[in-house]
């Protein structure tokens, strides 16, 4: 029937006005209503049920009738027949907090969305319906914000409120797990042992509401608040959760990383990889988030997940790459650098993580580009290189970069990396002391030193020695400057080698962590070489090497 | 990610509430469940009260616990996130 059709494709459209509804059904109900009518045979007769089938009845066909008790029957028309397509749909889902199956909510979505007309009239007598096992909820439709959201919004998934909590009294407020909170696998065991553990500060004698009934309990029923809570999830689907709600995404995947190593290091991982059940997508249409309505001046705000509130649209203009030669402006610029250098990091790590096939073309000239434009080689003086490199590396940010773009270059490129390090170890300790991270480096670094040969551990060594043009002192005499890393290098000399490496893991905390980089790069070094210098018994190098 | 972590929330009144946080919409309208008043309890004392919703508009800070934010992790996030607008 006509009716029918109207129910299933009309698209989600929360503001859409009423009226042109009401206004369509009203011709066409005098046809639409005959096969409506046996629909309504087949379900239920209740009392007032064939009083409103009545009073069309009565009335001819063509006359004026009564708009009102039209609609009504209209209404309730549809009601039954979605009712009918509910039950027979869904007849195995009997206890819905058990099915975290969205999917079946959103055909039901789809099919509840005429019922705009309650009357009070229509709404008792539908709820007398005793064959039916189960309800389809009546939503007023309330009346939605004038915003013209013609569309259902798309932004991160955020755990919706409970529907729990807006409902009677008798239950708590404890963290419930809806069934329809779309929580990460993880995060949900977290927050289940939680409420198993730890959560007897919460009083379990005292009742947190009085004992009185509620008067305003049970106004609505679950469907109808699954149904406002569903409204709420269409607007929080996103084809593509691992980019719009990155953090979340990321941030669980590495816990259950984490804690899935942690077990298999005891007892065998019973986590299973985590399927994420996704709310089935209705419809993907692209939104405006700006809408400009024609002749008018400005634009309308429309609101979303994701951008709550867009006033203006502010766009940067000008060119970026101004010499001004400030100061500031040149910190500026090394930071607008490394974000240009992390953007291409991310792409790369994220490579890294779709295809573990490691070394692809495009991704070793991803690379290559990438170390290029860090060490500036653009500039023939290989001092101006270094310097653009130090640059990088005397913001935190920066450290941060290169620590973790050192495990995806060629063994090559780290190890020049490395010896840059050396070089102007001074330089990079002295502007380390605000942010004291160098640490970072260490461990990428230390694995670098392992892999070196000889001839490079040598030119390493050496760049420890020397003086670096613009700077006073001799890398090593930085390191060991403080009195306790002098100690420290005397107790490698005297071979108490262990000892020392569990001194500088202990952390001994009067020293700053940049000192520490600095004496425990130097005793990554010399240990290395002590390994080589064991291992290769059988000295094919120069001599000159070794007086080196 | 922080549902369930303990946060402090300062409001502009200078009131601050520690509780679990509950849930947050896109308003940032927090719901914290078994709060209470953290400083010095000079401020309306809450006793009786156990659950709030708090309106996003009122709210100064959030303090996160944090050993349970990534703070690189969030680097990355929002970079991704500016990149994408500027597509």
């Not at chain 1, 409506?36 to 409103?52: D, F, G, I, K």
């Not at chain 1, 004992?211 to 996103?238: C, F, G, I």
């Not at chain 1, 997940?305 to 402006?329: K, L």
Request: charged content about 25%; glycine content about 4%.
């Amino acid at each position: 029937a006509a009716m029918a059709k109207l129910s299933r494709t009309d698209s989600y459209s929360p503001g859409v006005g009423v009226a042109t509804q009401a206004a369509v059904y009203l011709p066409e109900a005098d046809s639409a209503l005959s096969p409506e009518e046996a629909a309504m045979e087949q379900v239920c007769q209740p009392e007032e049920m064939r009083r409103l089938q009545g009073t069309h009845l009565n009335q001819s066909p063509g006359k004026s009738y009564d708009p009102l008790a039209l609609k009504e029957v209209l209404v309730c028309a549809s009601q039954l027949e979605e009712e009918e397509q509910n039950e027979e749909e869904r007849e195995e889902e009997v206890d819905p907090d058990l099915a975290p199956d969205l999917e079946e909510e959103e055909e039901q979505e789809e099919e509840e969305e005429e019922n705009d007309l309650g009357d009070p009239a229509v709404l008792s007598a539908v709820r007398n319906i005793q064959t039916l096992d189960y309800l389809a909820p009546l939503p007023f439709r309330p009346a939605f914000p004038s915003t013209s959201t013609a569309a259902p919004h798309f932004g991160p998934r955020l755990p919706s409120p409970d529907p729990s909590v807006l409902c009677s009294p008798s239950t708590s407020w404890p963290l419930r797990l809806s069934h329809l909170t779309q929580l990460h696998p993880q995060h949900q065991r977290i927050l289940k042992q939680q409420q198993q553990h730890g959560r007897p500060p919460s009083p379990p004698a005292k009742k947190p509401w009085s004992q009185q009934p509620d008067p305003y309990a049970n106004l609505m029923t679950r469907k109808e608040k699954d149904w406002v809570v569903k409204v709420q999830m269409v607007q929080l689907q996103s084809e593509n959760p691992r980019l719009d709600d990155y953090y979340y995404q990321e941030y669980y995947q590495k816990l259950e990383k984490k804690q899935a190593d942690e077990e298999l290091l005891g007892r065998r991982s019973r986590f299973e990889s985590f399927k994420l059940v996704t709310p089935y997508i209705q419809k993907a249409e692209a939104y405006e988030s700006v809408v400009r309505i024609e002749g008018s001046l400005g634009q309308v705000a429309v609101s979303t997940c994701f951008s709550p509130r867009r006033a203006i649209d502010a766009v940067p203009h000008g060119t970026q790459e101004q010499e001004t030669g400030a100061a500031s402006s040149q910190r500026l610029q090394v930071l607008y650098r490394i974000e240009k250098l992390f953007l291409q990091l991310l792409e790369i790590e994220e490579g890294q993580k779709d295809g573990p096939a490691q070394p692809c073309e495009q991704q070793s000239s991803q690379l290559e580009k990438l170390f290029q434009a860090l060490k500036t080689q653009e500039q023939n003086n290989l001092e101006e290189a270094a310097d653009g490199f130090l640059q990088v590396l005397s913001v935190r940010k920066g450290k941060a970069l290169v620590a973790r773009l050192l495990p995806f270059l060629p063994r090559d490129r780290t190890v020049s990396l490395l010896l840059a390090i050396t070089r102007h170890l001074p330089l990079l300790v002295k502007r380390d002391v605000a942010d004291q991270a160098l640490q970072t480096l260490f461990e990428p670094l230390g694995k670098c030193i392992s892999h070196l040969t000889f001839h490079e551990l040598l030119q390493g060594l050496q760049g420890l020695m020397l003086q670096p043009p613009g700077s006073s002192e001799r890398p090593v005499t930085v390191v060991l400057q403080n009195q306790v890393t002098r100690m420290g290098g005397f107790c490698l000399s005297t071979g108490g080698s262990r000892c020392y490496l569990e001194w500088t893991q202990g952390g001994a905390a009067f020293l700053t962590s940049s000192l520490m980089f600095g004496i425990s790069l130097l005793y990554a070094l010399l240990s290395h070489g002590e390994q080589l210098m064991s291992l290769d018994s059988s000295l094919e190098e120069p001599s000159s090497d070794h007086t080196a | 990610s922080l549902v369930g972590k303990d946060v402090v929330v300062e409001l502009k009144n200078d009131l601050s509430i520690c509780g679990t946080l509950h849930s947050v919409d896109q308003y940032l309208n927090i719901k914290l469940t078994d709060i209470s008043v953290t400083d010095p309890e000079k401020y309306p004392h809450m006793l009786s009260v156990k659950n709030c919703f708090i309106r996003g508009s009122v709210v100064r800070y959030v303090q996160l616990p944090a050993d349970e934010v990534d703070t690189q992790l969030l680097q990355d996030a929002a970079r991704k996130e500016a990149l994408q607008q500027k597509q």
